[in-house]
């Protein structure tokens, strides 16, 4: 039946887990310091006390099932998406959740699924800099750089 409904194990889990990000009210931190603090709180979900396999899982699960996408897809526009509106102007909200959720899902795919050696060796503190950087710049409106080469 797990095979006929879910097509895997992993796509039952991905269906009947509870995911709860447990995202912070980001209108409590100081708006330079929401970037940093997302990224911060992700990492600290993924890999803090008490952090278990059930979000990279469902990353392996939406990668190739549908129903684990449709779970993901459902997380990010009930959790991601009204946790970003809540800080970010209005108009913008959508397109700015779309890609600080790219961010933080390439993080995330990169660093617990692949473990790519690079990005899995990256102390967090670099990671929370240099990501919360850019996490900070899609919350404020700033153009990409520009610099020339």
């Known amino acids: 039946m797990v095979m006929r409904y879910y097509e895997s194990k992993e ?7 509870d995911f709860d990000l447990m995202l912070p009210d980001l209108s409590t931190l100081p708006p330079a310091a929401m970037g940093e603090g997302l990224v911060r ?7 803090g006390p008490g952090a278990g396999d059930e979000l990279p899982a469902l990353l392996r699960a939406a ?39 790219a961010q933080i899902v390439g993080l995330a795919f990169t660093r617990y699924v692949l473990r790519l050696p690079a990005v899995a060796a990256l102390d967090p503190e670099t990671i929370v800099s240099r990501v919360g950087a850019t996490v900070q710049a899609l919350l404020d409106g700033e153009p990409g750089n520009t610099r020339q080469a």
């Open 63 to 101: 990668a190739t099932h549908p129903r684990a996408r449709a779970r993901a897809a459902e997380i990010f526009e009930q959790q991601v998406a009204p946790a970003i509106a809540s800080a970010t102007a209005t108009a913008r909200a959508p397109e700015t959740a779309a890609l600080i959720g």
């Open 41 to 47: 709180h992700f990492l600290a979900r993924w890999e």
């Open 11 to 17: 796509g039952l889990f991905a269906a009947a887990a």
